[in-house]
């Protein structure tokens, strides 16, 4: 069974850079069947997605954010990873990496979500 | 970006019965649409993906149909477990926008 896992730190101060990363365990992040995905959520608010990376490292960014995310792929431990730069509290989510399915585009298999505060 | 709008943005529904959501998006999307459940505290769950096909392991009673612009999410008769918010996500062109949610509570 595919899991994903999100890891870093919990607090990041304002203007400072996020950095997460998702260790996938049941398959392969090299697949050429699979994007890999981040999507956060604001306390008490909707989902909102943030970009995602194909095997070849090709990213695709939310044009909102574009100009300060970066995901990333190191397919030696099988993780893939988002960086966030110059951050605020409006950047302050529920963190969550998914699988985004080739064919419908669907996320069909979720990390459990980190939630990251931005606060001096 | 394409914007998915919901509704309604809350209901409140009894153990048995049929509910109904809506999601439009802002162009045709063909069948390129998503629908999720998440319970408080917990990562969103995919129930039905390409409007219409149910995904593995998820009850028969949700459904979903529509095509292009208009989409709808039914349960056909609810059960304690499916209070949750529900939320719809296109994936026809990125970025891949999520409706608002919604929270679906007992009566």
């Known amino acids: 069974q595919l899991q994903l896992q999100e890891s870093g730190p919990g607090l990041v101060k304002p203007s400072e850079t996020l950095s997460l990363s998702c260790t996938v365990s049941?398959?392969?992040?090299?697949?050429?069947?699979?994007?890999w995905a981040w999507i956060r959520q604001p306390p008490g608010k909707g989902l909102e997605w943030i970009g995602s990376i194909y095997y070849s490292g090709s990213a695709y960014y939310s044009p909102s954010l574009r100009s300060r995310v970066t995901i990333s792929l190191d397919t030696s431990k099988n993780r893939f990873s988002l960086k966030l730069t110059s951050v605020t509290a409006a950047d302050t989510a529920v963190y969550y990496c998914?699988?985004?399915?080739?064919?419908?585009?669907?996320?069909?298999?979720w990390g459990q979500g980190t939630l990251v505060t931005v606060s001096s | 970006d394409i914007q998915m709008t919901q509704s309604p943005s809350s209901l409140s529904a009894s153990v048995g019965d049929r509910v109904t959501i809506t999601c439009r998006a802002s162009?045709?999307?063909?069948?390129?649409l998503n629908w999720y459940q998440q319970k408080p505290g917990k990562a969103p769950k995919l129930l039905i993906y390409g409007a219409s096909s149910l995904q593995s392991g998820v009850p028969s009673r949700f459904s979903g149909s529509g095509s292009g612009t208009d989409f709808t999410l039914t349960i056909s008769s609810l059960q304690p477990e499916d209070f949750a918010t529900y939320c719809c996500q296109q994936s026809f062109s990125t970025p891949h926008t999520f409706g608002q949610g919604t929270k679906l509570e007992i009566k």
């Open positions: 998914a699988r985004r399915g080739g064919g419908s585009g669907s996320l069909d298999f």
């Open positions: 049941g398959g392969s992040i090299s697949s050429s069947t699979y994007f």
């Open positions: 162009q045709s999307i063909t069948n390129y």
